[in-house]
Structure formats: structure tokens, C-alpha cells
């Protein structure tokens, strides 16, 4: 069987969630898979060597403009030129119009569920990407062969967005790479401490423009904590100065600027040692489909806080800290909780670690192929 696999942002430089889910499925089906060939769609880009070419994997660049005239245009004609058997479509969205049989892999449905974060905030690029979305998902899902999504709790929720039966949504979690370690080598964690200019204590937040993310809420909570608190720094990825003293403005706290860390974009190979170097990992996001940073940090050795909401209690269980997002006193209680309390620290960092290593690439990829196996002909 020729399969197709849709990785258009593979080869961009700052990669993100649904990026990496892409990557880290494809090189590990390309191990355990001898019996298959696999054709993958890229768009050309600067970070081309993430992934290599073998005997049962080729990687064919196509140009075509923007995502959506890419994906509805050059995508199908690909597809049918390499003779691909099936297609399956990484993140979220497909052709509309394609004439060989598709498996869509459906991250999560934020942007139909008519909420507010979904319609309200984010950046240009992300609004118009979401009303993208709201157009072509209604139309791809329904006829795709498959739907693989991340968890039990995003299964649900499309399951009854789209009244499907059960067996049109398989569910396959996502994994942690292995280079999300404990790192006992004091100078590789010192090289990365200099690199992104760290404070020696920190906490680590994955900020970014994204309403789901909680920014606002967290930098509340952070405030709180402040002004009760001997001082700890907040160390922020991929975040801009702009958009932080926006916020900072908004909730009246422009004063805690100073004991903000912005670090800008970090590539994910740089990520284990920041997880180690922090005091406590903050992940209080609104809604998530998954939460790949929760496995992330655990298998580096942090205190993870994150929330009571969505598919997080269900890939946390019970190794992170709980806390209520939509009530920045209860992350800041969470952040005070883990930083005084030793014992439970240690507990949470104990259990996190044990948690991460039920996850892995390589049962996503097992998990995957055997979706693929069931629409042979």
C-alpha cells in the first residue's frame, strides 16, 4: 500500500504542536514499517533536513502558495500523481474535493464550538486560520474514511459536534520525545542557562497569542503571587514585548515587567533543559486537545501545574498539580503550594516522571498503522 501522508509545515523552522505530532509519527512509522511505502507532502522551507528519505519513505516539496490553495490544489494533484492509496491529513483540515480514500487526523474542534476564545483575540493568522477551518472541516470530516483525534475527551466532543457513530473516531495519543530527559550533566543545563540569558530559579510558561493558552489569567496569577511572595521570575517562551505590556496594561500590573523573562522562539531540542532548570512548569490553558508540554516537563523533571478543564486531567492524571484556570488565585496558589512545600514537590516531580513513560512516539505510530492497515483493499 502507497500511502500519503500531508506534512506541509514540516520543514518550517518554528515548529509548533500539530508540527512536531506530524514529525515524530512519520519518523517512527518510517522504522517499524518495511511493508509500505510512504510518500510525504511538504512544502519547501528552511529546515529540510529533519527528515530524511529511505527505502520506504519519499518526501515529495510542493509549492503552492498559501495553506488553503496548497492544501484544495496542489495536495490532490500530488496525491494522484504519486499513485498514493490513502491520504492521511495531519492537522485538522483536507481536501475537499479528492478522489482517494482520507483519514484525517482531528486535533480538536475549538473552532466550532462557537466559544469565545475561538472567536475573539489571537492574531490575524489566527483568526483567518480559523475561519478557514469552520469552512472546510464540516466538509472533510464528514467524508473522510477516518478520524484519528488525541484524546477521550476530544473523541467525545466530536462525537457529538457531528453525531458519529464510534467507530468513525479512533482515538491515539500523542507522545513525548526521548530526548525529554533528567539531565545530570551540570554543564549542558549551564550552556542552555547562558544561551536564553535564565535567571538561576524560575518558572516556565509556554505563553503565547492564542486565547486558550490563558495568558492573561496566568500573568494575573503571577501578580498575585507577587505581591504575597518573595519574588521568582517568570520565564516566558515565544512570547512578544508588545503583546506582554499590552496585557500587563490591561490588568493593571505593568510593574511586574521586571520580573518577566522573555527568551523569544526555543527549538525543541533546547526545551528538555529549560524544563529542567525550572522551579515549576505552568501549563493552565483553557482548553487543549491534548497537552503535549504536560509529558514534556514530566519527563524532565518538573512540577507541572495545569488544569481542571478538557483532556488535561486525562493525560496528567494524577501526577500535576490542579488547578482551576478561569481563577488566577488558584494558579497562584498552585505556583506558592509547590514552591514551599518540598514534600509535595518532590511527589508531583516522583509521579510526573512515571506518567510521561506511558507515552510514546512509538505506540503513536503503532496505533496509526494499524488505522492505515484497516482501509487496505
Not at 515529495?60 to 496542489?74: D, H, I, R, S, T
Not at 514537590?345 to 513513560?357: F, L, S
Request: positive net charge; glycine residues 6%; hydrophobic residues 35%.
Amino acid at each position: 500500500m502507497k500511502i500519503g501522508i500531508e506534512g506541509q509545515r514540516l520543514f518550517r523552522e518554528k515548529k509548533h504542536g500539530m508540527d512536531m505530532v506530524a514529525l515524530e509519527t512519520i519518523r517512527n512509522l518510517q522504522k517499524i514499517d518495511t511493508k509500505n511505502e510512504y510518500v510525504i507532502f511538504v512544502k519547501p522551507d528552511l529546515d529540510n533536513a529533519c527528515l530524511q528519505e529511505s527505502a520506504n519513505l519519499k518526501i515529495v516539496e510542493l509549492k503552492g502558495g498559501l495553506y488553503p490553495v496548497w492544501e484544495q490544489l496542489a495536495l490532490p494533484r500530488a496525491a494522484k500523481a504519486e499513485g498514493c492509496d490513502i491520504l492521511h491529513c495531519t492537522s485538522n483540515t483536507a481536501p475537499v474535493n479528492i478522489s482517494i480514500p482520507t483519514i484525517i487526523t482531528l486535533h480538536d474542534i475549538i473552532y466550532l464550538e462557537g466559544v469565545k476564545m475561538s472567536k475573539q483575540g489571537g492574531t490575524w493568522y489566527q483568526r483567518m486560520g480559523n475561519l478557514y477551518r469552520k469552512w472546510v472541516v464540516p466538509k472533510v470530516v464528514k467524508k473522510a474514511s477516518k478520524l484519528i483525534t488525541v484524546s477521550y475527551y476530544e473523541k467525545k466532543k466530536i462525537d457529538k459536534h457531528f453525531r458519529f457513530a464510534d467507530q468513525k473516531v479512533d482515538v491515539v495519543y500523542n507522545g513525548v520525545g526521548d530526548h525529554f530527559r533528567k539531565i545530570k550533566n551540570k554543564n549542558e543545563l549551564e550552556i542552555i542557562r547562558q544561551k536564553y540569558k535564565l535567571p538561576e530559579h524560575f518558572l516556565f510558561f509556554l505563553g503565547n497569542t492564542d486565547p486558550k493558552k490563558n495568558t492573561t489569567n496566568v500573568l494575573k496569577a503571577y501578580a498575585h503571587y507577587l505581591s504575597k511572595n518573595n519574588p521568582i521570575p517568570l520565564v516566558m517562551l515565544d512570547f512578544g514585548e508588545e503583546n506582554l505590556n499590552t496585557i500587563l496594561k490591561s490588568i493593571g500590573k505593568p510593574e511586574i515587567r521586571k520580573h518577566i523573562y522573555l527568551t523569544g522562539y526555543i527549538i525543541n531540542s533546547d526545551l528538555p533543559a529549560i524544563y529542567n532548570l525550572c522551579d515549576v512548569f505552568l501549563y493552565p490553558s483553557l482548553r487543549e486537545s491534548f497537552g503535549i508540554p504536560i509529558l514534556e516537563a514530566m519527563a524532565s523533571g518538573a512540577p507541572v501545574i495545569t488544569s481542571n478543564t478538557s483532556s488535561m486531567p486525562e493525560i496528567a492524571g494524577d501526577a500535576a498539580y490542579i488547578v482551576d484556570p478561569a481563577k488566577p488565585e488558584s494558579i497562584s496558589l498552585g505556583i506558592y503550594r509547590l514552591l514551599t512545600n518540598q514534600s509535595l514537590k518532590d511527589k508531583n516531580i516522583e509521579k510526573g516522571y512515571k506518567r510521561a513513560q506511558e507515552f510514546s512516539w512509538n505506540n503513536t505510530a503503532r496505533k496509526t498503522l494499524e488505522i492505515y492497515n484497516q482501509l487496505k483493499k
